[in-house]
């Protein structure tokens, strides 16, 4: 499952299980409530330019229910991009597709000069 990894993310993950506890984790899930992980509502009435880079749901951590509903509920500003039969790091795992996706995003910014309206004040 994981040879398809990048040799970076091998190493940090090595690094990681040797030195990692538990209570991180814990802490995540005892210190915060859970309904406030859900940013759906939050996503779907996003006016900004956004772009979400989904991994897709056979190797995502977000059940596919979810995943569809924020595919079905958004404003037009936001792109979501799904990158079937690639997980967390599909920035290494299908770098080009993720660079062209990121390239038109901002080249659309560019032209459409949104960018302009919300980041350049």
Do not use: C
């Not at 398809?4 to 091998?10: I, L, N, S």
């Not at 951590?61 to 924020?70: H, K, L, Q, T, Y």
């Not at 459409?112 to 309206?117: A, I, L, P, Y």
Request: proline content about 4%; charged content about 30%.
């Amino acid at each position: 499952e994981y040879a398809e990894w990048h040799p970076d993310d091998v190493e940090g993950k090595v690094h990681a299980v040797h030195t990692m506890t538990t209570r991180p984790i814990e802490g995540l899930r005892d210190e915060n409530d859970l309904a406030n992980w859900d940013l759906r509502s939050d996503i779907a009435a996003y006016r900004k330019p956004l772009l979400l880079l989904m991994a897709g749901t056979d190797r995502s951590i977000v059940p596919e229910n979810i995943s569809n509903d924020v595919k079905a509920h958004h404003e037009p500003n936001v792109r979501i991009e799904t990158f079937t039969n690639q997980a967390h790091n599909l920035h290494r795992t299908d770098f080009d597709r993720f660079a062209n996706v990121m390239d038109e995003f901002l080249e659309t910014l560019r032209r459409s000069n949104v960018g302009d309206k919300y980041y350049l004040q």
